[in-house]
């Protein structure tokens, strides 16, 4: 009979402590998911990071190319007029190279 009160006994204070284990183990659990969630944004955060950066140096080379576009255009404004101008001047000439054949 003593055999069975240990037995009873055991079994009432493992229903009565199991409880207690559940209650503590639940905020482990819920603490390794924010664990979990915190590890996923830090992942999240350092991948977006890197992906900005590689837009930054898109950005700046693209700002890069643009300048170089914009100084040979400008370099290639510059070749038109000067030509523009001397084709004037040789017309210039050729007309009065005429006049002067006429006399």
Same mark, same amino acid.
């Given at each position: 009979?003593?055999?069975?009160? %240990?037995?009873s006994?055991?079994?009432? /204070? +493992?229903?009565?402590?199991?409880?207690?284990?559940? /209650?503590? +183990?639940?905020? !482990?659990? %819920?603490?390794?998911?924010?664990?979990?969630?915190k #590890?996923?944004?830090?992942?999240?955060?350092?991948?977006?990071? %890197?992906?900005?950066?590689? @837009?930054k140096?898109?950005?700046? %080379?693209?700002?890069?190319?643009?300048?170089? +576009?914009?100084?040979?255009?400008?370099?290639?404004?510059?070749?038109?007029?000067? !030509?523009?101008?001397s @084709?004037?001047e040789?017309?210039?000439? #050729?007309? #009065?190279?005429? #006049?002067? !054949?006429r006399?």
């Amino acid at each position: 009979m003593r055999l069975h009160q %240990k037995y009873s006994y055991s079994l009432l /204070v +493992a229903a009565l402590v199991w409880p207690l284990f559940l /209650v503590h +183990a639940e905020p !482990a659990i %819920k603490l390794s998911e924010r664990a979990r969630q915190k #590890q996923i944004a830090e992942e999240t955060r350092a991948d977006l990071r %890197k992906k900005l950066s590689e @837009l930054k140096e898109n950005i700046l %080379k693209t700002e890069k190319a643009h300048t170089h +576009a914009a100084d040979a255009l400008s370099a290639s404004e510059a070749a038109i007029s000067n !030509a523009n101008r001397s @084709l004037r001047e040789l017309s210039a000439e #050729q007309a #009065q190279s005429r #006049q002067d !054949a006429r006399r």
